[in-house]
């Protein structure tokens, strides 16, 4: 059974980075790759880019390729999620989620607001 | 920018059949599977149907998925107040590289 926990809400300025985390239970940690995903108020999902938990290799959206970074710490079961040169655009709700040919499952959700 | 397009809401009366269309291309929905998501306000996405037409264990058998050439839908049939949600069709796609690609979302109205 997959769960995975997100860290949690974070305010930050313009021009700052936030760097978001999302603990993984109950499977074996590198069997699965871990998405991110976004979602703006009001608005819909956005894919942002995943990495394979086995090897690191990591995909990108090009429209956050020159500031989106995802990376995973093995020993503790934990990707994160990166995104600099934050905009006001970038406020949303921010998922990891383990998806799969059969199966999908998704983190809580972290709020980032960008505001000066 | 989504490459997947889905009508931006759908409505009908309890018992009713509704209907979202998701139209792609052929990197996409032509050449991969499709997922559909159902998603309640200030939730995370839950899987609705996965490899075009499958169900996760739990899913009522009142939602189905279908797949033809570069469109996929998924049906409601009877309708019930508790599926009032926010759906979006996915898929991988292959023009750009393994990326993962969203509809538009199509809002789900009981009337």
């Known amino acids: 059974q997959v769960h995975l926990v997100q860290s949690g809400a974070e305010v930050k300025k313009p021009g700052a980075s936030v760097k978001v985390s999302c603990k993984a239970s109950g499977y074996t940690f590198t069997n699965y790759a871990i998405y991110w995903v976004r979602q703006a108020p009001g608005q819909g999902l956005e894919w942002m880019g995943w990495?394979?938990?086995?090897?690191?290799?990591?995909k990108y959206s090009q429209k956050f390729q020159d500031r989106v970074t995802i990376t995973r710490d093995t020993s503790a079961s934990t990707v994160f999620m990166e995104l600099s040169s934050l905009r006001s655009e970038d406020t949303a709700v921010y998922y990891c989620?383990?998806?799969?040919?059969?199966?999908?499952?998704w983190g809580q959700g972290t709020l980032v607001t960008v505001s000066s | 920018q989504s490459v997947l397009t889905q009508p931006p809401s759908a409505s009908g009366t309890p018992g009713q059949r509704v209907t979202i269309s998701c139209s792609g291309s052929?990197?996409?929905?032509?050449?991969?599977?499709v997922n559909w998501y159902q998603q309640f306000p200030g939730t995370a996405p839950k899987l609705l149907i996965y490899?075009?037409?499958q169900r996760p264990s739990g899913v009522p058998d009142r939602f189905s998925g279908s797949k033809s050439g570069t469109s996929a839908s998924l049906a409601i049939s009877g309708l019930q107040s508790e599926d009032e949600a926010d759906y979006y069709c996915?898929?991988?796609?292959?023009?750009?590289?393994?990326?993962?690609?969203f509809g538009t979302g199509t809002k789900v109205t009981v009337l």
């Open positions: 490899t075009n037409t």
């Open positions: 989620a383990s998806i799969t040919g059969t199966s999908a499952d």
């Open positions: 990495i394979n938990a086995a090897n690191g290799n990591t």
């Open positions: 996915a898929a991988w796609d292959d023009r750009l590289n393994g990326h993962y690609v």
């Open positions: 052929s990197s996409n929905i032509g050449s991969n599977p």
